[in-house]
């Protein structure tokens, strides 16, 4: 590969495929405007980056402030978390997500999501694939979230705090 420096500073030059969608671009990733987190438990809020319905999966940031629990879910594909703020674990595993940390969650796991008690405020990105499918400690199925509830709780949420069901709209792929 070889290009001059004026080359390689150069943008690309052709027509982007008439097929690939739209870029987002989310300057303000944490909100200063606390109506962009969605509430999904006491204590638990998540802002969606991007809701793509076409495949299925999404990109949000989880807040827990105080003590929380997010309720025992699998998930069939990967899931890929990064820490920003905070620090959490899974009851059944004996490691910690600590700030500045990366997660992958493998297809198949069953987990519960704590945030201990002397924990603040937790932010953490993540890209969920598929569906969250919630359980009880046997594995009885209790209910799901996947991208299109995800949409609805937003669209609701954004309704009724004066931002409009459209705000949602910015981040559907």
């Known amino acids: 590969m070889t290009q001059t420096d004026e080359q390689a500073r150069m943008p690309y030059q052709l027509p982007m495929p008439a097929e690939a969608g739209r870029d987002i671009v989310v300057p303000h990733a944490i909100p200063e405007d606390d109506r962009v ?3 999904q438990a006491e204590n638990v809020w998540f802002r969606p980056l991007c809701l793509n ?4 999966y999404w990109v949000n940031l ?31 595993h004996d490691w910690v997500a600590e700030e500045g940390g990366y997660v992958y969650e493998p297809p198949g796991e069953t987990h519960t999501l704590v945030v201990p008690n002397d924990v603040e405020e937790m932010i953490t990105l993540f890209q969920v694939n598929g569906i969250m499918y919630y359980v009880d400690p046997w594995g009885k199925h209790l209910g799901y ?29």
Do not use: M
């Not at 319905?53 to 299925?56: E, L, N, P, R």
């Open 37 to 39: 987190w969605v509430p």
């Open 53 to 56: 319905v076409s495949q299925g």
């Open 62 to 92: 989880l807040k827990v402030r105080k003590a929380g629990v997010l309720t025992r879910h699998r998930h069939p594909n990967p899931v890929h978390g990064f820490v920003l703020k905070g620090r959490w674990h899974y009851l059944e």
């Open 145 to 173: 979230e996947d991208v299109f509830t995800k949409v609805d709780l937003c669209r609701a949420h954004y309704e009724k705090v004066g931002l409009g069901r459209d705000f949602v709209q910015q981040f559907i792929r």
